[in-house]
């Protein structure tokens, strides 16, 4: 009964948003102007986050399980803080850094002219501090706990270390790979908090899908629903994609897990030790 | 896990009396190894020769898997040397060490260690253009041609994930002499199969393994399986060799 009561819960405003939606005005709405401004600098900026992401994180992840360095474990819980910090708190600490007056923004404006608040690359910033966190746990996790005796196969079947990270460590954990880049990229879209803190609200450069939404609310209530309509579509379009392509890729990280703690490795294990 | 339990060295299992001393032959392995970890030492010499079978007996813990891996070149040597076919693959006195990936040994690991991504075909095929340098059309080629030979020809499209235990070890073992190897390594062969698989599989690498002129070792648990498939058993208890039998 009270999971009953969790469930129905959880699906009651979305019924809500979707009962109350103006469905007869929904095109014109969805097509004006400021709604596709907003959308579209919503899907771009996201997508940056999620290439930054990628670019910077997977390295991250990859030295965060692989390799061992003094003061790793506090890096780890630092990369895994901006999970759990409220993300306003996260913008003013990018403000702090990176505004202006920041101790880094100050130099980049004075040496070099950049101003990264309230503008759209700032947007991006804000959408990757939040939104990496995602995916280097995903693919640290996935590197964590996929069967290393796979490599020393490899090896012993002629392939150097770079043929053995194309080959066989990359695609081992792709699907984390892919499951993480999602996640990272649906809390980029719909990333708030650091986005208003650290780049402002100015239409058209900074003012991404939720930030139109809670504008639209105070003037235009159709206009908000039309406009939270739209991104439910696109993060139940994500999940969609994420139920196709991270199942699977569970299923192999745990079978990799389960062929590592047979009980006859523990011998291999106990020779080392 | 502890490294293992300081036994008796005649428990009744591995009382074997001692044999001949086996000549090392030119095409054969020749190992004295020594690998300390913490408390655990592990000494033994092995000689394999050439179309030889020999199977290294002991339980968990006895350092079976650590010499195994001294041999694949996955764990360097703390004394001695290892030679193979004339070759030095480690010897720390020299400082030289010959990394896995250089090494002409094959290795059928315990619970065969397919890549679950990769298709049986191209489990095979990998070896084949990692060590061989093979281009990808001619190694699928050839892996055809290995899964064939070892009666699993039809299952070529298949991923590990679709192979019952018995299959898993067949293509294992076609991934690893694919490569040509001058040494052939057998961690449990027989470990991950159920009891009608293993009667199955044991028969089957009883008639593989003397085909074979390269030296096999076999590390096994099981001295049934050592007494079927190997000409001479080497028994190792807590990191030494207790006997050699003939």
């Given at each position: 009964?009270?999971?009953?009561?969790?469930?129905?819960?959880?699906l009651?405003?979305?019924?809500?948003?979707?009962?109350?939606?103006?469905?007869?005005?929904?095109?014109?709405?969805?097509?004006?102007?400021?709604?596709?401004?907003?959308l579209f600098l919503s899907l771009e900026t996201a997508t940056a986050a999620t290439a930054l992401s990628l670019l910077f994180g997977i390295p991250l992840a990859w030295l965060l399980a692989r390799t061992r360095f003094p003061g790793r474990s506090l890096l780890r819980a630092l990369v895994t803080l901006p999970l759990v910090l409220p993300p306003v708190v996260g913008g003013v600490a990018l403000l702090?850094?990176?505004?202006?007056?920041?101790?880094?923004?100050?130099?980049?404006?004075?040496?070099?002219?950049?101003?990264?608040?309230?503008?759209?690359?700032?947007?991006?910033?804000?959408?990757?501090?939040?939104?990496?966190?995602?995916?280097?746990?995903?693919?640290?996790?996935?590197?964590?706990?996929?069967?290393?005796?796979?490599?020393?196969?490899?090896?012993?079947?002629?392939?150097?270390?770079?043929?053995?990270?194309?080959?066989?460590?990359?695609?081992?954990?792709?699907?984390?790979?892919?499951?993480?880049?999602?996640?990272?990229w649906a809390r980029a879209l719909g990333e708030f908090g650091a986005t208003i803190t650290f780049a402002g609200n100015f239409p058209g450069t900074t003012t991404t899908m939720p930030l139109a939404v809670y504008l639209a609310l105070e003037t235009d209530t159709d206009a908000a629903i039309a406009l939270s309509l739209v991104l439910l579509a696109v993060c139940v379009a994500v999940l969609l994609a994420l139920r196709a392509r991270w199942f699977p890729g569970a299923r192999r990280v745990l079978r990799g897990r389960a062929a590592r703690e047979t009980p006859l490795t523990a011998d291999a294990e106990a020779g080392i030790r | 896990m502890t490294a293992g339990t300081p036994g008796t060295p005649h428990a009744g299992l591995f009382e074997h009396g001692p044999g001949p001393a086996p000549a090392p032959a030119a095409g054969g392995l020749d190992a004295r190894v020594t690998v300390r970890r913490g408390q655990f030492?592990?000494?033994?010499?092995?000689?394999?020769?050439?179309?030889?079978?020999?199977?290294?007996?002991?339980?968990?813990?006895?350092?079976?898997?650590?010499?195994?891996?001294?041999?694949?070149?996955l764990l360097p040597l703390d004394e001695g040397r290892v030679t193979l076919a004339g070759q030095v693959l480690d010897d720390p006195a020299q400082r030289r060490f010959v990394p896995s990936e250089r090494r002409p040994v094959g290795v059928v690991f315990q619970d065969y260690l397919l890549f679950p991504h990769l298709r049986a075909r191209d489990n095979?095929?990998?070896?084949?253009?990692?060590?061989?340098?093979?281009?990808?059309?001619h190694a699928r080629d050839r892996a055809e041609e290995w899964l064939e030979r070892f009666g699993v020809g039809d299952l070529g499209d298949r991923r590990p994930g679709a192979l019952s235990g018995g299959q898993g070890q067949r293509v294992a073992l076609a991934r690893a002499l694919a490569t040509e190897p001058r040494l052939l390594l057998l961690d449990e062969p027989l470990a991950a199969l159920d009891s009608t698989t293993r009667g199955e599989v044991r028969a089957f690498l009883r008639t593989v393994l003397p085909t074979l002129s390269a030296p096999v070792l076999i590390v096994t648990h099981d001295p049934t399986d050592a007494e079927v498939l190997a000409d001479r058993t080497i028994a190792l208890e807590a990191g030494q060799a207790v006997a050699t039998e003939a």
């Open positions: 009964m009270p999971g009953a009561i969790a469930a129905l819960f959880l009651l405003p979305l019924v809500g948003l979707l009962v109350r939606a103006p469905w007869s005005g929904l095109p014109d709405l969805i097509t004006e102007h400021d709604v596709r401004e907003a702090l850094a990176l505004g202006r007056r920041g101790i880094v923004g100050q130099r980049l404006d004075d040496w070099f002219g950049i101003t990264l608040p309230f503008t759209t690359v700032g947007v991006v910033i804000a959408q990757t501090f939040v939104a990496m966190p995602f995916l280097i746990v995903s693919v640290e996790g996935a590197l964590n706990s996929a069967d290393r005796r796979f490599e020393d196969a490899a090896a012993t079947l002629g392939a150097g270390p770079w043929m053995t990270f194309r080959r066989v460590t990359v695609p081992m954990v792709a699907p984390a790979v892919t499951a993480g880049a999602a996640l990272c | 030492v592990l000494t033994v010499d092995v000689q394999v020769a050439q179309g030889e079978t020999v199977a290294v007996l002991g339980r968990s813990g006895a350092g079976k898997s650590t010499l195994l891996r001294t041999l694949a070149g095979v095929a990998f070896g084949l253009q990692a060590r061989l340098g093979q281009s990808r059309r």
